[in-house]
């Protein structure tokens, strides 16, 4: 079973560039999250979906974010314009949905990006 | 609101120590779901645990145990034999079971388990 898939695994970008993280989720799982990660703040919570819906987006820190889900199987994170400051880890992870068992997450193995 | 705090940012044991990590919750739900994660430094999140807060059994998954007290809200990690493995960042995690399909993560415990 192929687990949540990101890529790329590694972004490196300068200030000001536009940046766009990728995600395709297991397959049957009815929700997304987006999760950053970095050492001052932790893991935070930035958007989820749940059947393409974004029914949460309260942690998208400014207008410079944006996520879709066009299909149940892919999902972006667009970062315009970049900055230093949003350097860190992305996942994306995902689940499937309110109601059933444990509705545990699984997560990808992660972005690692850097903003010069 | 639902908070999960654990309390020991960092913690340091001998190999083949137990080792029990501390994580305490708020909330007004009855019914929920618990889980610990695993972060090694490869920052794979993995699932190590999960308990559901119906069922009064701790659960198990071979050497991971928990000890669940749903009055005290507390839901700590037992970690049995610990191995060079292990060595990882620990978050606890917390589900209101079917209101809501966020998970609220505790901000974790760093592991190091010492040879």
């Known amino acids: 079973d192929a687990g949540v898939i990101q890529s790329p695994r590694h972004e490196v970008t300068e200030m000001g560039q536009e940046v766009t993280l990728r995600c395709k989720p297991i397959?049957?799982?009815?929700?997304l999250f987006w999760y950053r990660q970095t050492m001052m703040r932790g893991l935070e919570l930035l958007i989820y979906f749940n059947n393409n819906v974004p029914i949460d987006d309260s942690g998208m820190p400014e207008d410079r974010f944006s996520a879709k889900m066009p299909n149940a199987s892919f999902s972006t994170l667009k970062i315009q314009p970049s900055e230093p400051r949003d350097s860190a880890v992305y996942f994306c992870?995902?689940?499937?949905?309110?109601?059933?068992?444990?509705?545990?997450?699984?997560f990808g193995p992660g972005t690692r990006l850097t903003v010069l | 609101a639902q908070t999960v705090t654990q309390s020991q940012p960092e913690m340091s044991v001998q190999e083949a120590e137990t080792v029990t990590l501390s994580c305490t919750y708020d909330?007004?739900?009855?019914?929920?779901?618990l889980f610990w994660y695993k972060q090694p430094p490869s920052r794979q999140m993995i699932l190590v645990i999960r308990?559901?807060?119906?069922?009064?059994q701790n659960a198990t998954e071979n050497r991971f145990s928990v000890n669940f007290q749903k009055a005290a809200k507390s839901f700590s990690l037992k970690i049995s034999d610990s191995q060079l493995g292990d060595t990882a960042m620990y978050f606890c995690?917390?589900?209101?079971?079917?209101?809501?399909?966020?998970?609220?993560f505790g901000k974790g415990t760093r592991l190091h388990i010492l040879p």
């Open positions: 308990q559901e807060a119906y069922k009064q």
């Open positions: 992870a995902s689940s499937l949905g309110s109601g059933r068992a444990y509705n545990e997450q699984f």
């Open positions: 909330t007004s739900e009855s019914n929920y779901y």
């Open positions: 397959s049957g799982h009815n929700s």
């Open positions: 995690a917390f589900n209101p079971m079917n209101r809501d399909d966020k998970i609220i």
